[in-house]
């Protein structure tokens, strides 16, 4: 099933880009990339393509095939579309998923932009610079191994990672020491702790489930992200704020952020963000 946005009314062929996943029908990236090329004057198109879980690859040659430039990836084939690729960047390979590709030729680019949009939204929109600070992440599962890499480059003071099952964070405190230090374990690790800015990964946001975080965990005048986006006030959002937290965020921002990671990469200029963040959430 493919969902066609067009992008201007230019007669001229467009250069045509895609969101790949399963499902699709609820993605917003047809949405955010019309927006985008519509700031910056760009002729293109985009579809929204869904995807039968075993035919991704069969899905990709034929995009590519077809001439397609650029693909968004997102769920269940962000792991398989960073095996694909001829040219898989640090960024893709230190994720182990990848969530854009850029078609040149025979040659297929690999990138994961989820982290890097976290951390743009976070100091652009949130006016949270990470430089020195304490920053956890609630959860040990994909979007956290991707946005792990972005916010250690940040430069935090702590960077920690936090999972009901504390082996698999530990998983990624060794396969990340090579190339930064990480604090990980269970929840029950946490007690005594305090942090500036708390991430929360996992998926209890798509739930009415609250996450068992011990008392003080929120340092004064520390910010509660969930990475979840459109369902308003998550449990994780209502545990922060029923101890005092004010400042809460969702990932709508790191949603449209990656997004002009990749409009940037295939199109060779950035386009504004902040309206476009203020257009979804209208």
Known sequence: MVDNVAMSPNTTPADRYAVVGHPIAHSKSPTIHRLFAQATGQHIEYNAIESAPDAFADTLI???????KGLNVTLPFKVEACELATDPMPSAVLAGAANCLAIRGDRIEAHNFDGKGLVTDIAQ?????LRGRRVLVLGAGGATRGALPALADAG??????ANRTADKARDLQIHFAPHFALQAGGFEDLAGESFDLIINATSTGLSDQGLPLPPGLFAPGALAYDMVYGKGLTPFMRQAQEVGVTRLAD????????????????????PPTADVIRALRG
């Open 62 to 68: 034929r995009f590519v095939a077809q001439g397609g």
């Open 125 to 129: 929109h949130h006016d949270t610079l």
């Open 156 to 161: 935090p003071a702590v960077l920690a990672v």
């Open 251 to 270: 990932g709508l921002g790191m949603l449209v952020e990656q997004a002009a990671e990749a409009f940037a990469l295939w199109r060779g200029v950035r």
